[in-house]
Structure formats: C-alpha cells, structure tokens
C-alpha cells in the first residue's frame, strides 16, 4: 500500500466513483494495475492547520486499518474530508467508510455532482 504524492494521480482519481458520507468523501479509480495506493484531502475551509492535521491523522489511521482487507486492488482511493468529520465519532467514521468501501466494490457510486 502506496501514498499518493502526484496532483495528477488526485485528478484522476476525481474521474472514478464518488461516494459521499457526512463525514468525508471517498473517490475510487483503477490506477492500471499498480498496487493500492491512497490519499487525503483536507481543505482550509474545514479549519486551522490543527484541526486538518488531526482530520488527516484519523483518516490516515482509517486507512491503514481498512484498505488492506476492505480496498479495491490496483485502484487509487482517496478521502476528502468534509466540515463534520471532526466531530464524528471514529467508530461512526470506521463504520461509514466500511459501507462506502462495500459500495465503491460493488460499483455503486452517488451521481455525478452538478456543474456550476
């Protein structure tokens, strides 16, 4: 399991599925056949620099967790946090990313956001 470090390979990744919850967003996309790989986003307009880096130290603990057993191979899953996934419980957010990890392997993904 690899860190995605390249903008391009974050882009690209907004190209694949897109699975929503109150606490962040998961995007899933083949990476063509290389191992599994994930990244994290957290923006500024969630908080200060303590506040995101706690976020990123939760997800970045989700996943190591979970994507070994629950992820996608050769596929590139990255988490985009979102306002209220601070404040979620961790057990919620384990629980929450389970469920989005059984969707994105299904195939299931929200619909595509509208253009501004």
């Known amino acids: 399991m690899s860190v995605l470090t390249k903008r391009a390979d974050f882009l ?9 919850r109150p606490g962040f967003v ?5 990476n063509g056949g290389e ?3 994930y ?15 706690r976020m990123k130290r939760r997800f970045r603990a989700l996943l190591r967790e979970m994507l070994p057993d629950a992820g996608l191979p050769a596929h590139d899953h ?9 404040e979620r419980d ?7 990313l389970a469920m989005a990890l059984s969707r994105a392997a ?11």
């Open 12 to 20: 690209a990744a907004n190209r694949g599925l897109r699975i929503a």
């Open 26 to 30: 998961l995007l899933v996309n083949p």
């Open 35 to 37: 191992s599994l790989r």
């Open 39 to 53: 990244g994290i986003t957290v923006t500024k307009k969630i908080g200060n620099a303590v506040v995101r880096n």
């Open 78 to 86: 990255v988490l985009i946090g979102r306002e209220g996934g601070i």
């Open 90 to 96: 961790f057990t919620k957010l384990r629980e929450e």
């Open 106 to 116: 299904q195939g299931k993904g929200d619909p595509p956001r509208r253009r501004r």
